[in-house]
């Protein structure tokens, strides 16, 4: 506490990210980071902008890399945002769409960004209750609220919502904005990124952080109608002019234009997500069906928090929420072929000591 | 407009940055650019850093960059502070460090972004005339206020504020944050930084984007007590745990570490300033003493809105603020010697038609 902050800054509970530790090698399986590298395309359209350029500003509405996106999801540039990852394009929505009078609404079990955000703008909100199966139920948010937050699949429970579902809450909100968050989409989910077309209250957020294997270069998109996208500009540009920088420009384009490698990379992650949610199955765990790049499990008699604090001594680190109704289960990112066996043969010895 | 925006976004009145065209090449003298490559460790360091890790999330707390920074300047890591450009921060400094109960003050004819952060975030701002030469009096801001904001040397007008002033006003203001924006420091100005050690109300924040020629890189950093710096973290950490990319962290380090590269590049841009300056004279230019990277400089018979335009029709692109008590002035970066000449021939033609 400083008598320089003012009653926000004191009142703040930051989030805060899965651990980078730097004290040894781990087999990191806490942050939902791609096994696989990054498109060499990517790498290599990194180093051709590595270059004296660099002395000169992006260009700061991000033409080129917002008419990729568009090419991609056959939209318009007009309908497509970009940012310093998906956290930063969450961050301007929750602060141009929201208001402090009316409460919005998201899940009880997500995404613990989404309640941080409200509280940094002032917003008040209402979780509502997902099911013993973590689904999350649409017709609870067919109610007075102003505005929603929907991640698909959900965090930190890989649990996919049919889009029909959405669609539901789509109706029933004209007069609100639905944010449907993306961000582990492309491991088996669907979009609906092509129904900004017709739902002028949509606004879907991406990443490349996950299927893309770009975590560390910091670029997340956002598709809605133009007004949105404005609404989202409009803010942006009243807090920084230049939020990406021109190499994640060069990288992001190459990135969205390689779309054999992303096709390749995915169906590995998603080949080793299945296999491993089979064996974890076996070793009597609770296996929530997944459709991001993690899994969630939970161990029909053995703590979580043991569980997690016995693999990190191994050298794996995975991710424990201490938070009600969760604290029985860990977020587990599916690494390579090699290091998921790793990680069996832990809980092997683990659950089956001998 | 649109019935998603909140009354907020509505309101809005964003920065506009100098213009970016793309449709012709012009000799550029309008965003402060240097116009010197960044050093060539820099391009190293990014393209080292061009790997299999952009997998990875980057270090959300930025040590490596910040135990550089604390390095060179003598400070501590928990001194410093690093975002994605100067403006980041400054947006984040004023949500953390101002209340909308108490009017913060910053100069009438100043960076342009000030009142658009404080529209964002809610605030009441005065503006304090500066006087016929645009200096800035100290004993103006020792008033009952809220916060107080003065860039040091000033933009868009290149004065520099002798720091015996600034004293006057953190010795006046033990109760408020007082942040000097020293964006343009390194071009023959005294940089304050060393007083963060001293004054616990002092945030001293600068950029790589000017004197180390990495505007394309984003790159800003913040100095002050660790209070102030934990304050900004706080609300960083609320808004997008981060915000540096890691070829932005690599290129950093790098930059701060070549103190040669980029002594010598400064050394030419006030070489190059100084020879600029009285060239402008001889052709009966007004020049504002500049300790930036850019020069302020009106006619004494033509239209700076005149000026402007002849000059763009000839392929020559500076900035002209269509405002009030600056009307009748350009603010022109400073290029190479090339450049420069081909401006001053320009606007010889200009003044002395033939």
């Known amino acids: 506490m400083s008598k320089y902050w003012n009653e926000l800054t004191a009142s703040l509970v930051p989030y805060v990210p899965g651990e980078q530790p730097k004290d040894q ?71 141009a769409f929201f208001s402090a009078s009316k409460t919005i609404l998201f899940p009880d079990i997500t995404y613990t960004f989404y309640p941080v955000y409200a509280d940094l703008y002032g917003l008040n909100y209402e979780t509502i209750p997902t ?42 909100n004209p007069d609100q904005v639905v944010i449907v968050d993306e961000a582990y989409i492309d491991f088996g989910g669907e979009s ?24 560390g270069l910091r670029v997340g998109m956002a598709f809605g109608h133009p007004d949105l996208i404005e609404g989202l500009n409009r803010v942006k540009n009243s807090f920084n002019s230049y939020t990406l920088d021109r190499l994640a420009l060069a990288g992001a384009v190459a990135a969205i234009k390689d779309q054999s490698y992303f096709e390749e990379t995915n169906r590995k992650v998603i080949a080793t997500r299945e296999r491993t949610s089979e064996e974890l199955k076996r ?55 090699e290091e998921m066996d790793a990680l069996v043969s832990a809980l092997t010895e683990i659950v089956q000591p001998s």
């Open 192 to 215: 609906v990124v092509s129904w900004v077309k017709e739902y002028p209250n949509l606004l879907v957020v991406q990443t490349l952080s996950k299927s893309r294997s770009l975590a």
């Open 131 to 172: 099911d013993d199966e973590f689904n999350i139920d649409a017709e609870r948010f067919c109610v007075p609220n102003g505005g929603i937050i929907i991640p698909n699949p959900n965090a930190p429970t890989a649990r996919f919502m049919v889009v029909d579902q959405l669609k539901i809450i789509l109706d029933a």
């Open 283 to 337: 070793l009597g765990f609770r296996v929530i069906e997944s459709k991001a790049n993690f899994v969630f499990i939970s161990h029909e008699r053995l703590p979580a928090s043991e569980i997690f604090s016995t693999l990190k001594r191994r050298g794996i680190l995975v991710r424990y929420f201490n938070k009600p109704r969760i604290n029985e289960y860990l977020r587990v990112s599916i690494g390579t072929d």
């Open 25 to 95: 090698q781990y087999i990191k399986l806490n942050t939902n980071e791609n096994p696989y590298p990054p498109s060499p395309k990517v790498l290599e359209a990194i180093r051709n902008a590595t270059n004296a350029d660099l002395r000169l500003y992006p260009d700061p509405n991000c033409d080129q890399l917002r008419e990729a996106l568009a090419g991609y999801y056959r939209l318009s540039k007009e309908q497509a945002f970009v940012g310093n990852g998906s956290d930063e394009i969450l961050a301007f929505a929750f602060q």
